[in-house]
C-alpha cells in the first residue's frame, strides 16, 4: 500500500518560516519524481517545488529564492524549507510523487497539510 505522509504545516506568522516532511512508504523511491503543490479554495493545484529521481530542482516562480526541496532518498523522503513565508502563500500543501522505469505511469498524492501565515 502507497502511503505519503506530510507533515509540518502550522500557522506562522508573515517573514517565518517552516518546514514540510512527505514521508513515503510502498514505492521504491529513488525512481519518484517527488514535487510539492498547493491549492487555496476555489484555485486550481499549482506546482511548488519539483525533486527529480536525479536531484534536480524546479520552482514556481512565486516561492524562487525562499523555498528549497530536498530528498532523503536513504529515509524515503522530501523535504519543502519555507523560508521568508507570505501572505499569499496560505494553502494545503500536497506531496506528489511521480513513477519513472517500471513505475512509470504511476502517480501518488498526500492528503495534505494545511500551512497559513497571517500577516
Known amino acids: 500500500q502507497v502511503q505519503l505522509v506530510e507533515s509540518g504545516g502550522g500557522l506562522v506568522q508573515a517573514g517565518g518560516s517552516l518546514r514540510l516532511s512527505c514521508a513515503a512508504s510502498g514505492i521504491i523511491f529513488r525512481i519518484y519524481h517527488m514535487g510539492w503543490y498547493r491549492q487555496v479554495p476555489g484555485k486550481q493545484r499549482e506546482l511548488v517545488a519539483t525533486s527529480t529521481s536525479g536531484g534536480s530542482t524546479n520552482y514556481a516562480d512565486s516561492v524562487k529564492g525562499r523555498f528549497t526541496i530536498s530528498r532523503d532518498n536513504a529515509k524515503n523522503t522530501v523535504y519543502l524549507q519555507m523560508n521568508s513565508l507570505k501572505p499569499e502563500d496560505t494553502a494545503v500543501y500536497y506531496c506528489?510523487?511521480?513513477?519513472?522505469?517500471?513505475?512509470?505511469?504511476?502517480?501518488?498524492w498526500g492528503q495534505g497539510t494545511q500551512v497559513t501565515v497571517s500577516s
Open positions: 506528489n510523487a511521480r513513477g519513472l522505469h517500471i513505475a512509470s505511469g504511476l502517480d501518488y
